[in-house]
């Protein structure tokens, strides 16, 4: 069974430009949920979706936008790149039916911005 | 007081010892509890997930939960160096059918050879 797939693995950035990450989730899944890791503040959620619908949103600016399509693949975008924006972003996808469901990482996208 | 609290470590433990790893959390009802282990420059891997009171066990690895204390802790036995990594809990926080994993910054662990 294929795992939670991101894509790209590493991206570098300049300040002021947009980027978009991708995430495909384990067959069946219907839950992708978005985090941002860095050294200073841990994993930071930015959103779950669950089939096409934004369910829930962290704390982050408007510049952080996401979507998931019908075959459950998620994207998000950042727009108007920040220095502060460079960290992993990490995917994780769920059954997401009930409270009781276990999430698995994606290897994560390294951003840069510079 | 963050929702979710660790402590950061580094909790070093001796190669064969038992490490005991703790998570307590702020929200009383809070129903999923789960233990990432996360290596450096790798992504999350889930090692148990625990929804009741008291123990689970999973090979060296034991999770327990006390909803009263609102407190979870992981319980490594005969740790190896390969277990040197940082362990993250999470908590599935309640509220209206949705769910939003809310994760500690994690206790880096660090067996002594």
């Known amino acids: 069974k294929a795992g939670v797939t991101q894509t790209p693995r590493y991206l570098i950035k300049t300040r002021g430009q947009q980027v978009t990450l991708s995430c495909s989730p384990i067959s069946g899944h219907r839950s992708v949920s978005w985090y941002q890791q860095t050294p200073g503040q841990g994993l930071q959620f930015l959103f779950e979706y669950f089939s096409e619908t934004q369910r829930n949103k962290g704390n982050f600016p408007g510049r952080f936008s996401g979507r998931q399509f019908s075959n459950s693949r998620s994207e998000m975008n950042v727009s108007t790149l920040e220095l502060g924006d460079s960290a992993l972003y990490l995917c994780a996808s769920s059954l997401g039916v009930t409270m009781n469901t276990e999430a698995f990482f994606g290897q994560g996208t390294r951003l840069t911005v510079v | 007081q963050k929702e979710v609290e660790q402590n950061s470590g580094p909790l070093s433990v001796p190669e064969g010892a038992i490490a005991s790893l703790n998570c307590t959390y702020s929200d009383r009802g809070s129903q999923s509890f789960f233990w990432y282990r996360q290596y450096s420059g790798k992504s999350p891997e889930l090692i148990m997930s625990?929804?009741?009171?008291g123990d689970k066990e999973d090979g060296r690895f034991t999770a327990q939960l006390n909803k009263a204390s609102q407190y979870v802790s992981l319980l490594i036995r005969d740790s190896q160096p390969s277990d040197s990594a940082t362990y993250l809990c999470a908590v599935n926080k309640a509220g209206s059918g949705t769910y939003k994993y809310i994760f500690g910054t994690g206790t880096r662990l660090k067996v002594l050879a």
């Open positions: 625990i929804y009741s009171n």
